[in-house]
C-alpha cells in the first residue's frame, strides 16, 4: 500500500527530539551537579520529561505517517509505550550520575537505553492494529536498534563530557549535538517505520480517537514543547541558584573573615557603623522624589539634594553656603522670609513650621513656578536646622487647567452630554451639560439622580434600546438614532452615542453619553427619500418605487404562481385641458383623477403615476377573472367619468384602460407594463372600455 508523510508533522516531530536531546544534555549536568536529594528530583523529574519529549517525537511521527485508509490508535497500547522512554531516559541519566565514563560502562548503558527506545517505538506501532496484521523487515528493523543504540551512545559520551560544565559555556555545542541526536533519533523513527509492511486492502481495526490527527499532533507537541521547556528552565534556574549560593558563600565567608579581623578594633567599627548610618540617610535624601533643602539659622543652605538640583537648577556644590533667600525665594518675598526667620529665632514662633502652604519659588534662570511648602526644624548642637519640603506644582497646575478646559469644551458643547454611574445598579445621571438640558427642556433637578432611560423618552424604539442595553452590556461603544420627546411633548430625533469608562479590572464605572439632535437632518433625509420614491404632484408612487413594489410583488407571487392584475390608465381629454385652460388647470385635473382612483382601490393595491397623464395600477385579489376585472374598470370609468370641478369649472373626462395579468401576460416586471401600455392605446384607439393584453397581441 501506498505510504505517505505530513512534511509539517515530520518537521515537528524533528524539532521535538531536537528539543528533548537538548534537554537531556542539560538535565546530565544538573544530575551530575546537584546534591543527593537535589539529583534523585532531577533524575526522576528529567527522566519524565526526557521520555515524554522522545515519546511525543514518536507519537507525532506516527500521527504524520499516511497508508491511505482511515488510522487510528489504541489508547492503552499508546500510553503503555511511554513507560520505555521514561525507563531508557532514566537509566541515560543514573549513568551520567554515577560517573563512569569508561567504554564499556557507556557502551552497555547506550545498548539498554537504545533498546528501551527501539521498545517504545515498536510497542506504540503496536497500538496501530492493523487486518492482516503488520509484516516486519527484519532488516530495517535492526537498522532501527542500531540506529537508536548508536544515537544513545553518542548522546552519553557528549553527555559525559559535559556534565560538569554550566549550560552558557556549553551552549553552541549542546545545541550542535543535539540538532545531530535529533536528526539520529528521526532516522531511527523513520527506519522504523519503513520496516512496516502492509498487506494490499489492509484495514486499522483501533478505535478512532475522535480527534483531527493535526489537532492532536498540535496538542501532543505543545503538550512537549511546554514540558521539555519548563524542564529547561527550572534546569536553567536551578543552575543559576547554584551560582548564586556558590558566590553568597563566598561572599559570606569573606564577611566573615572580615568581621573577624575587626572584632578587636570597637573603635573603627562603630565609625564604620555612623557611616553607614550616614550615607543611609544621605541615600534617602538623595532619591526623593521631592526637593530637601536644609538651612541653618542664618538662612544659608546646609544641603541641597538631587530633586532639587533638577528643579531648581542649581549645583549642589555651588549652592551650599549661599544664603536661601538669595537664591529660591522670589525678591517679593524675601523681606517676609526673613521676619519669620527673627521671628522664630527670637520667640521660637512661627506661621508654617509643620504645615503644608503653597509659595511661589525661583529658578536659577530667574523663573517663578508654584510649589508646595513644608518646613520642619530640628535642633543640632544647640542650634536650629530647618528642613524644607518642596515640591513642584507646575504639573498639577497644567493638569488642573487642562482639567478646566475640558469642563468648559464639555459646557461649551452644542450636543447634549450625560455622565452615568453604573456602579449603583439604578445607573443615576451625574452630569448633565447645558447643551443636555436645552435639548430636552430639562432642568438639573429634573436629571441628576435618575435613571438614564426614563431620560431617553422613545416613541416605542425597542430594538433601540435593546441596542443600547446590550451594548452596556458587552462594555463597548454604542451608536443608535432614537425618537426621543422633550419635556414639552415635542420629538426629536436623537444621534445617541455611548462610550463606556472601565477601570483597572476592565469594569465599567461610568459611561459619557453624547445626544446629537438630528432632527433637521433626519427630516431632510426624509424629504429627499419622498422626492426620489414619490410623484410630486399627486403624492403617489413614482416610477422608481413603483417598479421596486412590482418586481418584490413578482418576486413573492412567482413560486405559487398567484395570479395578478395590471392595468395602464390614461387621461384622454388632459392635452386639450392643457392647451385650453393652461397647465395649472391640467395639474388640478391630475390630482382629482389621482384621488378617484385611489378610492377605487382596495387595500394591497397599489397605484402609481409614471409621468404625463399616465397612471398604473396592480390588483392583487384573488378573483382575477374576465368578469371581476371588467367590474373593477367599470367601476373607475364611472368613478372618473363623474363631473370634476377644475379651475372653476365642471369638467367630464373620461380615460383608457389596457390590462395585463401576471403570469399570462408576461412574469417580467417590464413585460407585464409593455403589454398593458400596448393595450390601453388599443382600447384608446377602439374607445374600448378597457382591452386586454392577449387581445392586442391576437390583433397584432
Known sequence: MAVTYNGWLVTLSYLIAVVASFTALELGSRVTLSARRAARVWLIGGAFAMGIGIWSMHFVGMLAFHLGVPLAYDVPTT??????????????????????????AVTLSAALMGIGIVAMHYTGMAAMRMEPPIEWDATLVAASAIIAIAASYAALHIAFRTRAQSTASVLKPRTGAALIMGAAIC????????????????????????????????????????VLTMTLVASVFDARLGDQNARMAAKLRSVNAKLQARAEELAAQMTSEMRASEARVRAVVDSALDCIVAMDADGRILDFNPAAERTFGYARADIIGEHLADKIIPVAYRERHAKGLDRYITTGQSNVLGKRIEITALRADGSEFPVELAITVASTGGKPVFTAHLRDLTPRRVAEQSLRLRSLAIESSVNGILIVDHRDPECPVEYANPAFRKITGLSAEEILGRNFQALLRTDGDDAAMATVREGLRARREVRVLLRNYRKDGSRFWNDLFIAPVLDEQG???????????????VAHQEQLHRLANYDALTGLPNRVLFGERLERLIAEASPAGRPFIVLFADVDQ????????????????????????????????????????EFVIVLTRTDVSDDAIAAVVNRIHETVAEPMPVAGRELRITCSIGVSRFPDDGVEASDLLKNADAAMYRAKRTAATMSRATETQSAA
Not at 517505520?193 to 489492509?202: D, L, Q, V
Request: net charge negative.
Open 507 to 521: 469594569d465599567m464605572t461610568h459611561s459619557v453619553m453624547i445626544v446629537h439632535d438630528v432632527t433637521a437632518a
Open 574 to 613: 388632459l392635452k386639450f385641458i392643457n392647451d385650453t385652460l393652461g397647465h395649472p388647470a391640467g395639474d388640478e385635473l391630475l390630482r382629482n383623477v389621482a384621488a378617484r382612483l385611489q378610492s377605487c382601490l382596495r387595500e394591497g393595491d397599489t397605484i402609481a403615476r409614471m409621468g404625463g397623464d
Open 187 to 226: 532516522g531511527m523513527h523513520y527506519t522504523g517505520m519503513a520496516a512496516a509492511e502492509f498487506a494490499p486492502g489492509s484495514i486499522c481495526i483501533s478505535t478512532p480517537l475522535g480527534v483531527d490527527p493535526g489537532w492532536l499532533a498540535g496538542m501532543v507537541g505543545g503538550g512537549s514543547f511546554l
Open 79 to 104: 500510553l503503555v509505550s511511554l513507560l520505555p522512554a521514561v525507563g531508557s531516559s532514566a537509566l541515560a541519566l543514573a549513568a551520567i550520575r554515577r560517573g563512569n565514563a569508561g567504554w564499556r
